[in-house]
Structures are given as structure tokens and as C-alpha cells.
């Protein structure tokens, strides 16, 4: 669509149901600030230019908002007069004259481009104003949206409709779009007559038709309109994206065994004949590719999992974490900036932290990467084929050549070259009949204790 569009976002409200220390739009979905959901789906309906109504932490919310490459202007509200005063903030950027404006909320983090691109779609065929609304089977407290010969003739809210009225069950969503050219001329139309004296944009259905405007409205999911006003609905939209993201992975060839136990981020890839076990989280920047297997119970953050790559269960990976293709990363493992080379298998409970492991090199069981002196990180080299022992300490800095040794239960503090076996262990005594003498002085101080007591 080649058509100039502005989006208003309204998103200045006090969030005082929110019952929180930071504005309702800085409340996270799938890792992502609700605000950022909004502007991305306005961003993909070919709309360059955000205006940014902004009230209770303004410069934070600001901030959260920065999405790809759309331009972003905020507006600040000083004061609570209703939708249609909240629209005006922006009377600047409206005078610039776009062809369209969408206007939307920065708490419904659910919405799609598909409403945005319809809206837009009814102005270029004429419209003057576009409102989107949503059909559901419990209507009550909505507006619902009364047609007439293919035209929006008002938007009835509940207390003011007929009997007939409220069978309706198509409503108002609250969003919707506006003639760019005439719509500062129709926002200033509209008057603040009403109980609360409040400006309301709903306004513009009745202002457009009396001028001679058309209106008419365009229909979204009703999943897609979800509005956020408390911790419990919050947790309810959370729920929403979850099944939707997760069904949209499925069917494009990603395995989930049980679906309903693995949590998604908002950025988190997964390609074609992965395999994702239950109880699987995924934090942001989480890339799997085709053919990885992730065992249950598994974290997953800021990490990239080639093909073939096996993680878990129970595993951790942090940011910087790079499984190579084939590689294994087992039970009670973490890795944090460390690549698993080709092949490479880290099994059980061990920690891999700045490091880098070669290719088919055997990590044992309870080796640890020692990365940090209390001040600084330092990096571990571990050479391609090399084989560490179980519960060895590898002190970085360090580097392990290929195809060494290090021998079970070594503190490795010195660079061990290629093909050379490194043993960095006391070595150990015996002394005959000895246990028996410590267990007899053991009994003995345990009884006088007792005696004593």
C-alpha cells in the first residue's frame, strides 16, 4: 500500500488497575514490553511513522518502544479528558497530512497487522472512517457496532442501547482508522457533553455521517482486541500468545510433545523437524535449528542450537552459548558464552563458561571452566578431540591443545599442549588399619559428648 499512514498509540493511561510501580505498557509478554508488541504489528501494516501518546513514565516507555526501524514521536498527555482528547496530543503530527491514521492502544500486545491492513484498506475505498471491531459470544460491557446497508451508522454503548441493541455481538474494539486529511477537522468536532465530560472518539462514527462521511467497520479476532488492565489479565494474554505462537510453530513442521509446558519468547526461532520435550523455557534470543532435539526441563537463552545439536534435559544455556551441529550439551549442564564444537558432547553436570570446546572433544563429568578471578572473565581453549576427565577444574586463562588428556580430578592451571596427558592431582597415600584407629576416636569422643550431656 502506497498510501501515507500515521499511527497513534495511545498509551498514557495511569494503569492504576495494574496496581504496579511502572506504567501498564512496560508490563512483558513473552519477554517483550506490551508497547513493543504494538508498535511491531503497526510496523508490518506498512506504517512508517508512530505518534506516541505517552503520560506516567514517558521516557521509558519511549524507550521500549524503539522497534526495527519505524519512526517514533512522542506526545505527552498532561491531562486525562478521554480517547478523543488523547488522539489531539498528537494535533502536530496529524497536521502533517497523511492519507491514513490508524489510532490503537498500548495495551492490547495481541494485535496483528491483518485489522491494520483492513482499516487502512476500507479509507482507500472510500471511507472516512474505519472502525475495527470484533464478534464475540459475550458481548457485555462492549460497545456493539450497529450497520446499516454495509455503513457503521453509531456505536452504541450498553447502558444507552435497546433490547434489540445488545443482542448484538459485534463490538467495538476501540481501534480504528481516520481520513488523514479530514481528520483533524473531525477530531476537533467532537464535544465533551456527557456524564464524565470527557472527549470520546467513538464520537467520530456520528461527527463523520453528520458531515456527509462514510463510515463503515472492518472485523478482527476477538483474540487479536484483548485489552489489559490487571496481573490476572495480563496472565490471560500471556496464555493467548503462548497457544498461538506455539500452534504456528507446530504447524510449520516443529515437534512439541506437550505443547501447553513449553514457554516461547517473543524472538524465539525454531526451525522445521526440531524436537521440543516438556517443560522446555526459552528466553530471548533463543535459535534452534532443524533437527535438534531439547530434553525436558530445559533453559534456553540467548543461545543458537545447530542441527542435530542434543540439549538436556535439565540443561541451562545462557546468552553466548553455540551448540555446533551434532554437538551434546546433557543433564545439569550450563554453558554462558562458550561454542560447542562439531560432535563435542558435555554430559553431566558440568559448566562451561567463556570457553570454546573443539570439535568431538569429550568433556567428563563435574569439569568446570573456572572464567572468573573475582575482577576479570577469562576465556578456556579446549583443542578438537581432546578428552577432560571427570570433576576437573580448568582454570582459565588456559588452552588445551588437541587430542590431549587431562586426567580425572585435575586442577588444570597451565596451558597443556597438543597429544600431552596432564595430571594436576596429590598424589595419593595409604595408610593400613588406619580408618579403624579414626573411626574408634570418633565413637570415643561421640560417647563422652553423650556422657557428658
Not at 28 to 45: E, G, L, Q, T, W
Not at 92 to 110: E, F, K, Q, S
Not at 207 to 215: E, P, Q
Not at 271 to 293: K, R, Y
Amino acid at each position: 500500500m502506497e498510501r501515507t499512514c500515521l499511527a497513534i498509540i495511545l498509551a498514557a493511561g495511569d494503569s492504576t488497575r495494574m496496581k504496579s510501580s511502572k506504567s501498564k505498557v512496560l508490563h512483558a509478554v513473552a519477554n517483550r514490553p506490551m508497547i513493543a508488541h504494538v508498535v511491531d504489528a503497526v510496523a508490518k501494516s506498512d506504517t512508517s511513522s508512530v505518534a506516541l501518546v505517552v503520560g506516567r513514565d514517558a521516557d521509558d516507555v519511549a524507550k521500549a518502544a524503539q522497534v526495527g526501524s519505524v519512526k517514533i514521536e512522542t506526545y505527552l498527555q498532561k491531562e486525562r479528558l478521554g480517547t478523543g482528547h488523547a488522539v489531539l496530543a498528537a494535533r502536530d503530527a496529524i497536521a502533517r497530512g497523511y492519507d491514513d491514521i490508524i489510532v490503537t492502544y498500548g495495551d492490547v500486545p495481541l494485535q496483528t497487522e491483518g485489522p491494520l491492513k483492513a482499516a487502512r484498506q476500507g479509507l482507500a475505498d472510500g471511507s472516512d472512517v474505519v472502525v475495527i471491531g470484533f464478534h464475540t459470544d459475550k458481548p457485555t460491557g462492549y460497545g456493539r457496532l450497529l450497520v446499516k446497508d454495509g455503513e457503521l451508522i453509531a456505536i452504541r454503548e450498553e447502558r444507552e442501547a435497546t433490547d434489540a441493541e445488545r443482542a448484538v455481538n459485534w463490538c467495538n474494539s476501540g481501534l480504528m482508522a481516520i481520513n488523514g486529511r479530514k481528520a483533524l477537522d473531525l477530531l476537533s468536532r467532537i464535544g465533551n457533553a456527557n456524564a464524565k465530560g470527557e472527549y470520546y472518539l467513538t464520537d467520530l462514527v456520528e461527527i463523520a455521517r453528520s458531515v456527509g462521511g462514510r463510515v463503515t467497520a472492518v472485523d478482527a479476532p476477538e483474540i487479536e482486541m484483548t485489552g489489559c488492565n490487571n496481573r490476572a489479565e495480563l496472565a490471560m494474554i500471556e496464555r493467548l500468545w503462548q497457544e498461538r505462537r506455539r500452534d504456528e510453530m507446530m504447524i510449520s513442521g516443529v515437534t512439541m510433545i506437550a505443547p501447553e509446558t513449553v514457554f516461547l519468547s517473543y524472538d524465539t526461532a525454531i526451525a522445521q523437524d526440531a524436537l521440543i520435550e516438556p517443560n522446555v523455557v526459552f528466553g530471548p534470543g533463543a535459535t534452534i535449528d532443524s533437527g535438534a532435539i531439547i530434553h525436558a526441563f530445559s533453559h534456553i537463552e540467548g543461545a543458537h542450537i545447530s542441527a542435530g545439536a542434543i540439549v538436556g534435559p535439565f540443561a541451562r544455556l545462557r546468552p553466548g552459548a553455540d551448540l555446533a551441529k551434532g554437538s551434546k550439551v546433557g543433564n545439569f549442564c550450563e554453558v554462558k558464552n562458550g561454542k560447542i564444537g562439531e560432535g563435542a558432547k558435555v554430559n553431566h553436570l558440568t559448566y562451561i563458561g567463556d570457553a570454546k570446546v573443539g570439535a568431538g572433544a569429550n568433556i567428563g563429568a563435574g569439569t568446570i571452566t573456572c572464567n572468573y578471578d573475582g575482577v576479570n572473565k577469562h576465556e578456556t581453549l579446549i583443542g578438537a578431540n581432546t578428552f577432560i576427565g571427570s570433576s576437573s577444574s580448568l582454570v582459565a586463562p588456559v588452552s588445551i591443545g588437541d587430542n590431549a588428556y587431562v586426567a580425572a580430578g585435575s586442577v588444570i592451571t597451565a596451558d597443556v599442549p597438543a597429544d600431552a596427558l596432564a595430571l594436576g592431582r596429590a598424589r595419593q597415600e595409604l595408610k593400613p588399619g588406619r580408618a579403624s584407629v579414626l573411626r574408634a576416636r570418633a565413637l570415643a569422643i561421640k560417647a563422652a559428648k553423650k556422657a557428658k550431656a
